[in-house]
C-alpha cells in the first residue's frame, strides 16, 4: 500500500514491530529453559512447548517441575528467607530500585516477548503492561524503604507461593512479587503454563540486579505445579489469580493448614450507560473494556447495561464502531485486537457462543487472519439477566448486552450475579454516579473510564470474584502479620454437676432464650442444656440452637441492612448507649461472670468491656478510606464498605468481653452480626440480650445463638448468605470453616489453634476493623 492510497482511503498501514532482538535472546538461550532455583537455572528439558497464538509457531520447549523440584525452590526460598526479612529496609528498596530501572533498559524485549507469548497487540504490551510492571516495582521500592517507619509492628510472612494467569503475565508476576519482596517474604512462583517466557526473563532481571539467591525462584509446568505448590507444608501464603473453580479448590487444599491467603478470580463485570452519558466516549471506553486484551481480563466489562431510551441509538453506533476494528498480527502496532491465547481457549469461546439460542449474535465483519487462534469481536443483544451468557464468565472478545430503565434496576441487573470484581458507569451526571457507585457489589468501580490500575490503588474483588487486595496499602499488608507471637490454643470446657442441685438459679426461672431480629425466640429443637458453675451448682439453662436457628438469624440480620446505611456518627451513639446501660448493671454482669467461670475477676472484665464498647463508638466515624494518588487527572477514592452479614464464633474464656469484641467492630463499620456466644459459659450472653433491648440497637443487627460451636460454625460456614465467618472459639475450627467456605468463597478470619489476648491490646484495634469492611476503589476522572 503506498502512501498516496493510504491518504485516500484513510486505512491504517502496517506498522509491524521487529521480534528480532526477542527472537534473538530465545536462540541465544537455546530456546529451552529449565527453573529459576536458588538464583540459577536447572538443566532444561523440552516437556512442554510454549507457542505463538497467532502463527503457532513454537517459541521455545520449557520443564514441568517435578515434585523435587518444587521442593528444591521451596527449600531455597527458606534459606534465603531470614537474611532477605533481616535485611534493612532500604537495601531492600534498593534491589526493588535495580530491578525496576533493569525494567526499564529492557522495555522492548519485554513487550516483544509477551506480545510473542500471549498474543495480544504489542501497542498493549508496550504501553499498558511493561510501564505498570515497572511502576510496582518502583512504587514497591519506596513502599521497602518505608516499613520500618510505617508498618513498625509487622514482619514478613516468609515463603510465599505464588500462581498467576496467562492473560497478563509479567503484570501479575509484578503484582504480586513487588509486594512480598518489599516486605520481606521470599517467593516460589509458578507462571502460567502457556505464558512463560517473560517470568523466565525476570529471573535473569532479578541475576542482573544481584538479588540474593533463593529469594525469587520460579517453576513452570501445568497445574499439577500449582497443586504442589499450593500444598507444600512449608509455604506460608498462597496468592492466587485465575478462575473461580480453581480457586474454590485452593481454598479447600488450605483450609485448617494456618496459610495466608489471596484470591483474585473471575468476573462477570457491568458496564452501566445512562441516558445522558458520551455516547461516542462510552463506546470508545468500552472497546477498552471488553475488547482489550481481546476480552481475556478478569474484570472485562463483559455485560453491556443500557438505559431503554439510548438503546437503539447506542447499538447503531457501537456495530458501526466494531466494523473498524483491526484484528491481526499482533506485532502490527496498527491492530487492536489480537489472537486468543491458546486453541484450547478459543474452542470454548466459540462453544459458548455457538451454544447460545437466546437474543441477537452480531460479529464484527473484520477480517480474520488465516491461521493462528483469531476469534472476531461479539455482540450479542437482547438477553435476560438470567441467561447463561450474562451470568457466566466468557473470557473472549464477546459482550453481551440488556437494557434497564431506572437506576435502581440498573443496579438491581449489575448486582445480579456471583461475582463482584469491577464496574464501570458511565454519565455526564455527577450526584447520579456518586450516587450508583457505592450500591454497586464490586471491588472496583470506573467512573466515565474503564481499566484504570496503578500500584497505589489496591484491586480485587468481593463474593465469588475472591477475596485480598493487590497493590496499595492493603495489598502490602497482605504480606506481613503481626510480630507478637499467639500462645497456643486451650479448650475450655464448661463445668459439669448435679441438676438436682437448684443452685443460684431463681424459682421463678425467667428461662433465657435466643435472639433473633431482636426479639427472645426459643430454640427451634425446643432443647436446652444446663449450666453448671465451678461448684457443680445449676446456674440456669441455656438453649442449643440448630440449623434452622440459623437459618432465621442470618434472614434476620440480611433483614437489617439498612444498618449499613446508617451515619458512622448514629452507630457511634447506639454504642455509647450499649455502654451506658452496661455500666448501669456492672455489679449484675461481674457476679455473674465470676458465677460462670468460678473466677474474681468479673469486674476488671465488665469495665474493659465498657472501654472496647467506647473504642469503637470512637472509631465508628473515624476509620477513614483515603484518596490514593494515582498518576491521573482524577481521583481513586479507596471507600471502606461494612462487609455485609458477618457470623462469629465467641471466645470461651471471656464471656462478655469477647462477645462485645467482635460485635462491637463488626456493628460499628456497619455490618450485621450473628454471634455464637461462649459455650462454656453462655449465660452472660443472654443477659446481654437486656441491655440491646434498652440501647436502641435496631432489630436484626445483633443476633444471639448459643450451643455447641462445632456444630454451629458448620452450619455458619455452608450458608450462602452470610459474607463472612470468624471464629475465635477455644475448639479450633479453623481448617472446617475454611473448608466449608469455600462454597461461595465468604471471607474468613479464624485463629488457627493460636489464643488470643482478649483483656489486652491484641483483643482490639484497626485488625478488628479492617477484618470489619471492605476497601471498594471508586476511580473519577476529571476535566474536560
Not at 444471639?704 to 471464629?727: F, K, P, Q, R, V
Request: proline share 5%; charged share 20%; glycine share 10%.
Amino acid at each position: 500500500m503506498t502512501v498516496k492510497e493510504i491518504f485516500e482511503s484513510m486505512d491504517y498501514g502496517p506498522a509491524p514491530e521487529s521480534a528480532g532482538d526477542a527472537l534473538a535472546w530465545l536462540v541465544d538461550q537455546g530456546a529451552s529453559f529449565g527453573h529459576f532455583i536458588n538464583g540459577e537455572f536447572t538443566e532444561p528439558k523440552a516437556d512442554f512447548q510454549t507457542k505463538n497464538p497467532a502463527t503457532g509457531e513454537v517459541l521455545a520447549d520449557l520443564s514441568q517441575a517435578s515434585a523435587d523440584d518444587v521442593d528444591a525452590a521451596v527449600s531455597a526460598a527458606r534459606a534465603a528467607f531470614p537474611e532477605w526479612s533481616g535485611m534493612s529496609s532500604h537495601h531492600r528498596a534498593r534491589y526493588l530500585y535495580a530491578i525496576a530501572r533493569l525494567l526499564q533498559k529492557h522495555s522492548r524485549l519485554f513487550a516483544v516477548l509477551e506480545t510473542l507469548d500471549n498474543g495480544k497487540p504489542i501497542r498493549e504490551s508496550r504501553d499498558i503492561d511493561i510501564p505498570l510492571v515497572q511502576r510496582h516495582f518502583y512504587y514497591h521500592a519506596g513502599m521497602a524503604q518505608l516499613m520500618a517507619s510505617e508498618l513498625p509492628d509487622r514482619e514478613a510472612l516468609g515463603v510465599c507461593g505464588q500462581i498467576i494467569p496467562w492473560n497478563f503475565p509479567l503484570l501479575m508476576l509484578a503484582w504480586k512479587v513487588a509486594p512480598a519482596l518489599a516486605m520481606g517474604n521470599t517467593v516460589v512462583l509458578k507462571p502460567a503454563e502457556y505464558t512463560s517466557l517473560t517470568a523466565i526473563l525476570f529471573a535473569d532481571i532479578c541475576r542482573q540486579a544481584g538479588l540474593p539467591k533463593g529469594v525469587v525462584n520460579i517453576v513452570t509446568g501445568d497445574g499439577a505445579v500449582g497443586e504442589q505448590i499450593v500444598g507444600h507444608d512449608d509455604i506460608n501464603k498462597i496468592a492466587f489469580t485465575g478462575s473461580t473453580s480453581v480457586g474454590r479448590r485452593i481454598r479447600e487444599a488450605t483450609a485448617g493448614s494456618g496459610k495466608a491467603l489471596t484470591l483474585e478470580l473471575g468476573g462477570k463485570s457491568p458496564y452501566i450507560v445512562f441516558d445522558d452519558a458520551d455516547i461516542d466516549s462510552a463506546i470508545e471506553g468500552l472497546v477498552d473494556a471488553i475488547w482489550f486484551n481481546q476480552g481475556q481480563v478478569c474484570c472485562a466489562g463483559s455485560r453491556l447495561l443500557v438505559q431503554e431510551g439510548i438503546a437503539d441509538k447506542f447499538y447503531t453506533k457501537l456495530k458501526a464502531r466494531m466494523a473498524t476494528l483491526r484484528i491481526g498480527d499482533p506485532l502490527d502496532k496498527c491492530i487492536d485486537v489480537g489472537a486468543i491465547v491458546d486453541p484450547v481457549q478459543l474452542d470454548t469461546i466459540s462453544s459458548m457462543v455457538s451454544a447460545n439460542t437466546a437474543g441477537e449474535t452480531y460479529h464484527a465483519p473484520c477480517d480474520l487472519p488465516e491461521g493462528g487462534c483469531f476469534y472476531p469481536p461479539t455482540l450479542i443483544t437482547g438477553l435476560a439477566s438470567s441467561d447463561l451468557l450474562m451470568q457466566e464468565e466468557i473470557f473472549g472478545p464477546v459482550l453481551c448486552s440488556m437494557t434497564f430503565r431506572t437506576p435502581a434496576e440498573a443496579i438491581e441487573i449489575a448486582n445480579n450475579t456471583r461475582y463482584g470484581l469491577a464496574a464501570t458507569l458511565w454519565t455526564e451526571n455527577v450526584n447520579l454516579a456518586l450516587d450508583i457507585a457505592p450500591k454497586l457489589a464490586a471491588g472496583v468501580v470506573w467512573v466515565n473510564a474503564t481499566n484504570l490500575f496503578d500500584a497505589a490503588a489496591g484491586f480485587g474483588g468481593i463474593r465469588e470474584s475472591g477475596f485480598g487486595r493487590e497493590g496499595g496499602w492493603e495489598g502490602l499488608t497482605a504480606y506481613t502479620k503481626p510480630k507478637a507471637d499467639a500462645a497456643a490454643l486451650e479448650r475450655i470446657e464448661a463445668f459439669a454437676g448435679d441438676a438436682a442441685e437448684l443452685g443460684s438459679v431463681d424459682p421463678l426461672d425467667r428461662t433465657p432464650k435466643l435472639y433473633i431480629g431482636g426479639k427472645q425466640a426459643r430454640p427451634d429443637g425446643g432443647y436446652s442444656q444446663n449450666i453448671y458453675g465451678p461448684d457443680g451448682q445449676l446456674l440456669g439453662q441455656s438453649p442449643i440452637a440448630n440449623r434452622k436457628d440459623v437459618r432465621n438469624a442470618v434472614e434476620a440480620a440480611a433483614s437489617a441492612k439498612a444498618w449499613s446505611k446508617t451515619t458512622g456518627h448514629l452507630r457511634a451513639q447506639i454504642l455509647y448507649y450499649i455502654a451506658e446501660n452496661l455500666a448501669a448493671r456492672s455489679d449484675e454482669f461481674a457476679a455473674r461472670i465470676d458465677a460462670l467461670t468460678g473466677g474474681d475477676g468479673g469486674a476488671v472484665e465488665v469495665d474493659v468491656t465498657i472501654s472496647r464498647l467506647f473504642t469503637y463508638a470512637a472509631w465508628a466515624d473515624k476509620f477513614d478510606g483515603q484518596a490514593h494518588n494515582v498518576p491521573i487527572r482524577g481521583v481513586a477514592l479507596a471507600m471502606r464498605e461494612p462487609v455485609g452479614v458477618i457470623g462469629a464464633i465467641c471466645p470461651d474464656d471471656t464471656p462478655l468481653l469477647g462477645l462485645v469484641s467482635l460485635m462491637a467492630p463488626a456493628i460499628a463499620m456497619g455490618n450485621r452480626v450473628v454471634l455464637t456466644a461462649s459455650e462454656a459459659f453462655p449465660l452472660v450472653a443472654l443477659d446481654f440480650y437486656q441491655i440491646l433491648e434498652t440501647s436502641d440497637v435496631p432489630a436484626g443487627v445483633v443476633n444471639i445463638l448459643t450451643g455447641a460451636h462445632a456444630e454451629l460454625a458448620g452450619t455458619l460456614a455452608d450458608h450462602l448468605n452470610l459474607d463472612a465467618i470468624w471464629s475465635f472459639s477455644s475448639s479450633d475450627l479453623s481448617g472446617a470453616i475454611e473448608a466449608k467456605s469455600a462454597a461461595n468463597l465468604k471471607r474468613t478470619w479464624v485463629n488457627n489453634g493460636q489464643d488470643r489476648d482478649w483483656m489486652g491490646d491484641a483483643g482490639e484495634g484497626r485488625t478488628f476493623l479492617e477484618a470489619a469492611t471492605e476497601v471498594k476503589n471508586i476511580w473519577v476522572p476529571y476535566g474536560e
